[in-house]
């Protein structure tokens, strides 16, 4: 399958009018700022880059799947005291991402993946939701929880932070600038146990979490670091969207009981 076929963005009539998809995948991202050193579009990058790698190793394993091109807004309703950050309502989402699943269900491709690339979306409720209207077979991944980030970082961070600072070196290090002009990303933590533990949640107002709106301390970050971690996320993506074309929906859970 030539490149140009498994990324929708860059490919051409000639060559897609007699193809045939199993899978498709839809990077989404975010526009918001990431501390000092990140530009607003790290989201977008991160998932459009990251679809596009994981589809080239999934097309290497005879997998039949293509990349769409990138959501470039996540929902970020307690960052829009922020300049220029753009927020996609939940609703919004739900509607963008149906307006999608129809299309493909049109065009006759049985299976769509989410890759997603911002902390804020959840895709869990719209696709239990639209899976009782729609063919299409829905599911959604979070990049960053593919594999082990202790076993890369020694201090991965929640945003714009060790991990995802090298992240971006790697992709895309003309738009990274100096560290020396990052925060330290230090982040207040709930003074209530179960919001401090994770069994509770409450939508944090950023402002009052962060002072540079980084999360996490990005002055251990390096470009190799960024390239193995991405390394090992794009493979096991790779891995799983292969699997994903070729398993049949009607056998998804194995033996019976």
């Known amino acids: 399958m030539a490149e140009q076929s498994m990324i929708l963005a860059r490919a051409h009539y000639r060559e897609l009018k007699d193809a045939r998809y199993d899978l498709a995948i839809l990077p989404w991202g975010a526009t918001e700022p990431h501390n000092y050193h990140l530009p607003y579009g790290t989201d977008i990058i991160e998932s459009e880059r990251i679809a596009e790698e994981s589809v080239r190793i999934a097309v290497g394993k005879g997998a039949r799947c293509i990349a769409l091109p990138s959501v470039p807004f996540g929902v970020n309703t307690t960052q829009l005291d922020i300049p220029l950050t753009i927020n996609m309502n939940p609703s919004t989402q739900m509607a963008v991402l149906e307006d999608v699943a129809s299309s493909l269900e049109g065009h006759g491709i049985p299976k769509l993946a989410i890759l997603n690339s911002h902390g804020g979306n959840d895709f869990k409720q719209m696709i239990r939701e639209l899976q009782t209207r729609h063919r299409i077979f829905l599911c959604s991944v979070n990049w960053w929880k593919t594999v082990d980030l202790n076993e890369f970082f020694k201090e991965p961070g929640d945003h714009a932070g060790e991990m995802e600072t090298s992240v971006m070196m790697h992709l895309a290090p003309d738009l990274v600038l100096p560290l020396s002009v990052a ?39 390096t470009a190799e670091k960024g390239k193995r971690y991405l390394a090992a996320v794009t493979e096991k993506l790779g891995a799983f969207f292969a699997e994903l074309t070729s398993v049949d929906l009607n056998d998804l859970y194995g033996e019976e009981f």
Request: charge should be positive; hydrophobic fraction near 25%.
């Open 183 to 221: 925060g330290p990303g230090k982040d207040r933590k709930p003074k209530i146990k179960g919001f401090r533990e994770g069994w509770a949640w409450t939508p944090r107002p950023w402002t009052k979490v962060t002072s540079d709106t980084g999360a996490g301390n990005p002055a251990e970050a």
